[in-house]
């Protein structure tokens, strides 16, 4: 099967024409783990997730890091999460009486009564579930919360990280709220002798941080909740790539973009971009990320039909018309902003 690209996109004498619904593809080498490199200077969501993990570890207080589905959240607090715990490995290595502290990452929490919450935390950290009853009764909320707050301490849990913190129900935020509050709670070296290095002593941090990694519908129930400021102290931005930032991050997905870039010229590639591409609004890095996906996987599975097959990603060629195709195929979302609501300054 085959369908021509809108016209509107066509230069004036071609007809791009490309095989739709193929399964044949799938045998393509090169699209069997199809690679692309990261591109975190362009990317402020790789330094932001960086900066809400270290804030969370080294106060133990709640963070939250919005932005727009698609901009490289998720991504960049796991490289975040990897590059604390090789840090974590060295000094571990360097002294021989230190305790790595750890990270629990939780993705998608979906539980939504309190128990249920602990439970998954509890698996989340450390593999296994919490026994629910002693001594013939049930035990309460509390318990099996003191249990876990406990234990995250004993295992130098330092910090929580829910990724996908938008979909979090009322109840399993209250429930985090209150895991924090247990931490410091419970933990005794937080003031004392250990920490009373001045005359009327000092404060050190104590209990789990967590951070909460969502969208702009994670910022509201924080923002509107009883907890703001409190439970939850700092609240991080990050966005989607800046239309004038698309056509160097192009550059830097794709050879093929890169070479037809150098064929346009600077002036005469950023005008394309800004026509075909951006339009001249942030586009998340996500949507450039599937715009090359379908690039090659496209232009792949018509040079296979010629009985060529390519093994590497500087063989795939430039093609304007197939650009702006599937650019066309991508739905860019938009800015991560409630209807309604006005984003923070």
């Known amino acids: 099967m085959t369908t021509p690209v809108p016209t509107a996109f066509v230069p004036a004498g071609r007809e791009l024409r490309l095989r739709i619904g193929t399964v044949e593809s799938s045998a393509h080498p090169l699209l069997q783990r199809l690679a692309l490199p990261l591109i975190p200077d362009f990317v402020d969501a790789t330094a932001y997730a960086m900066d809400a993990l270290e804030q969370a570890v080294a106060s133990?207080?709640?963070?939250v890091l919005i932005g727009p589905g698609d901009c490289g959240k998720s991504t960049a607090m796991t490289q975040a999460i990897r590059a604390f715990e090789d840090a974590e490995a060295r000094v571990s290595k360097e002294s021989s009486d230190y305790e790595d502290r750890r990270i629990v990452h939780v993705h998608g929490l979906r539980a939504d009564k309190e128990l249920d919450v602990i439970v998954a935390l509890y698996v989340a950290a450390f593999e296994t579930a919490p026994i629910l009853k002693t001594a013939g009764r049930r035990k309460t909320v509390d318990e099996v919360l003191r249990e876990l707050t406990t234990r995250l301490r004993d295992e130098r849990v330092a910090a929580l990280v829910l990724d996908d913190a938008q979909d979090i129900a009322a109840p399993a935020l209250h429930l985090i709220e209150r895991l924090m509050a247990h931490a410091v709670d419970r933990e005794a070296g937080r003031l004392g002798a250990a920490t009373a290095t001045a005359a009327d002593g000092t404060v050190a941090p104590a209990g789990v941080g967590v951070v909460l990694v969502g969208t702009a519908r994670l910022e509201h129930a924080i923002r509107y909740g009883e907890e703001a400021g409190n439970a939850w102290k700092t609240i991080q931005h990050v966005h989607a790539l800046p239309a004038e930032s698309v056509p160097d991050a192009l550059c830097r997905l794709l050879p093929a973009w890169a070479a037809g870039a150098a064929a346009l010229g600077a002036t005469a590639w950023a005008d394309?971009?800004?026509?075909?591409?951006?339009?001249?609004?942030?586009?998340?890095?996500?949507?450039?990320?599937?715009?090359?996906?379908?690039?090659?996987?496209?232009?792949?599975?018509?040079?296979?039909?010629?009985?060529?097959?390519?093994?590497?990603?500087?063989?795939?060629?430039?093609?304007?018309?197939?650009?702006?195709?599937?650019?066309?195929?991508v739905l860019v979302p938009h800015g991560g902003v409630l209807p309604g609501h006005r984003a923070a300054a």
């Open 272 to 329: 394309f971009v800004a026509t075909h591409i951006t339009l001249g609004r942030p586009v998340p890095i996500g949507s450039l990320d599937m715009m090359a996906r379908l690039y090659v996987r496209r232009l792949a599975t018509a040079a296979l039909d010629e009985g060529v097959t390519w093994t590497s990603l500087a063989e795939v060629p430039w093609d304007r018309d197939m650009l702006c195709y599937v650019r066309q195929e």
């Open 60 to 63: 133990r207080q709640g963070v």
